[in-house]
């Protein structure tokens, strides 16, 4: 298994162009999450999905949208890039231990490193 | 909303002295998890502690959720070179269905040989 990819490992982007980061993950989890990771933040949580065509936001969405049409991918689109956008962006996937959504790990993938200048 | 904290921010120490890391949190969590991110890397799950006061161990790693559910450290022997990196703690509200996990802002470890 692959576990979860991610592509572009690195991106630069001018104020105002959108793009989109890629995630993929091969191990059939049911969750997937999208975290921004900034110099004394950790990670803050942007967008989550619990299952295909199901999605919700987390703390920080502004600025960004997700679709969750397989279960294998989670797209991230930045609408209209920010220097505030500037961050490492992780996508991690998770599944449930029994029955309890509450004992479920996350697997991050290696993150997409991006500049708005 | 649920509030993580998590203390010191930055830690040094020679290689061989023990090191420990605390997270707290505003809310009662359901279960905590412990992640290591090397530098440059990606976060590595590395427990979950669900139960109150329970103590896990790994190796020379040993991890400990609090009686009330609100707090735990992670706890390294005799550090080496090779636990450099941040540890993160996260945790999840005990509210029915809640999913988001909260992280502490870690803390960074450095180990001089």
């Known amino acids: 298994n692959a576990g979860v990819t991610q592509t572009p490992k690195f991106q630069v982007l001018k104020t105002g162009q959108s793009m989109t980061l890629q995630c993929a993950q091969d191990m059939n989890h049911e969750y997937m999450s999208w975290y921004r990771q900034d110099p004394g933040m950790g990670l803050r949580l942007i967008h989550y999905?619990?299952?295909?065509?199901?999605?919700d936001q987390g703390e920080v969405p502004n600025g960004y949208n997700v679709s969750r049409s397989t279960t294998e991918d989670f797209p991230l689109r930045l609408l209209s890039a920010a220097p505030s956008q500037t961050s490492v962006y992780f996508c991690?996937?998770?599944?449930?231990?029994?029955?309890?959504?509450?004992?479920?790990?996350?697997?991050f993938g290696p993150g997409t490193r991006l500049t708005v200048l | 909303g649920q509030q993580v904290m998590q203390i010191p921010q930055y830690q040094h120490v020679q290689e061989g002295e023990d090191f420990t890391t605390y997270c707290n949190s505003s809310t009662t969590l359901s279960n905590i998890q412990w992640y290591k991110q090397r530098p440059g890397g990606h976060p590595v799950f590395l427990i979950q502690?669900?139960?109150?006061?329970e103590v896990k161990k790994q190796k020379r790693l040993t991890f400990q959720f609090g009686e009330a559910k609100k707090n735990s450290s992670l706890h390294i022997t005799a550090t080496q070179t090779t636990d450099v990196g941040t540890y993160f703690c996260?945790?999840?509200?005990?509210?029915?269905?809640?999913?988001?996990?909260?992280f502490g802002k870690g803390t960074k470890l450095s180990v001089i040989p």
């Open positions: 991690a996937s998770s599944t449930r231990q029994g029955a309890k959504i509450s004992t479920d790990t996350q697997y």
């Open positions: 502690l669900v139960k109150s006061g």
């Open positions: 996260a945790g999840r509200n005990s509210g029915a269905g809640s999913y988001q996990l909260t």
């Open positions: 999905s619990v299952g295909a065509g199901i999605t």
